[in-house]
């Protein structure tokens, strides 16, 4: 589900900035899945997406070094001028998006794992979870399941490998169903009815998830409903961008590794085209582009 800032004093003027680009920030690959759902909802906008691919994935870094990473690529695309930011990533939006929100004079949507409407569709009242260790740990998921678990079981599964399949672009591959269908079957065998996508890059795994459990599984999905609130918070802050008849931007992608992957991905998920641009993002756990401090 989206979470958002709300509108805050110190940001840009509205009209003078509504033609500004959104930024869209991930790990690495997976909030291109974010990315496709804005451009299908918000097609005027244009946008930049950085995937910090040095350092993914996210969830196996430490707390501060994800507030650390977030905080420091928010600031870059501020300066860029970017009039809101969606920060595309579960994991960084767990651990670092109040942070984030005290620091950046521009709305912000997080994201989180669709916990409450899987609690509201699922008729077995058992639901299977795959996010990442750093999620599933975090302060803000326990609260979630505080607030609408109440009467449904929640089945928490780390997706160890799963972001790791995707950033190297395996959807598909035999190995990759294997380790689906070992997350997946034990949620079937304990009566879930519902699963909750709780990482930005699983829903590139719908296709593969799907020909495991067929119809058994409602998939919960939130990257829509992040798009709708993207909207909505852009209109209150009077930053939407005026309609254009004219044939719309294409994204400006940035990667802090190697964009190959990123590119395939962009050209076979996204059927766009484009050059991924690499960049040097550094922050005061990662001072240098050769840095693994975790």
């Not at 990315?35 to 993914?56: F, G, H, N």
């Not at 997080?110 to 916990?115: A, D, S, Y």
């Not at 009077?238 to 992608?253: E, K, N």
């Amino acid at each position: 589900m989206p979470s958002s800032s709300a509108p805050i004093a110190t940001a840009v003027t509205a009209s003078a900035n509504s033609s500004a680009p959104v930024g869209i920030f991930d790990s690495g690959l997976g909030g291109l899945s974010v990315l496709r759902a804005v451009r299908a909802q918000l097609p005027d906008e244009a946008i930049l997406y950085v995937a910090d691919s040095l350092y993914a994935p996210y969830g196996e870094r430490d707390d501060d070094f994800i507030a650390d990473r977030t905080l420091a690529i928010g600031e870059w695309l501020v300066r860029q001028g970017a009039k809101a930011l969606v920060v595309a990533c579960n994991t960084a939006t767990a651990q670092s998006i109040a942070l984030v929100r005290e620091k950046l004079a521009i709305p912000l949507i997080g994201v989180e794992p669709g916990v409450k409407p899987a609690a509201l569709q699922s008729k077995t009242r058992v639901a299977g979870v795959l996010a990442t260790q750093v999620t599933l740990r975090s302060a803000r998921f326990q609260a979630l399941l505080e607030r609408y678990a109440a009467d449904c079981r929640f089945l928490c599964q780390p997706g160890h490998g799963l972001v790791q399949a995707v950033e190297r672009c395996d959807v598909d591959s035999a190995e990759l169903r294997a380790l689906l269908r070992g997350y997946l079957e034990p949620m079937l065998e304990a009566g879930a009815d519902t699963l909750v996508l709780g990482c930005t890059h699983y829903p590139f795994l719908d296709a593969a998830i799907r020909d495991i459990v067929g119809d058994r599984l409602t998939l919960i999905d939130t990257s829509v409903a992040i798009a709708r609130q993207l909207e909505r918070v852009l209109e209150q802050n009077g930053l939407r961008a005026a309609h254009d008849d004219a044939t719309r931007a294409l994204p400006r992608f940035y990667s802090t590794g190697d964009g190959t992957h990123q590119q395939q991905l962009v050209a076979t998920l996204l059927e766009i085209d484009a050059v991924v641009e690499p960049v040097v993002i550094r922050s005061r756990r990662a001072a240098t582009p050769d840095s693994q401090a975790a």
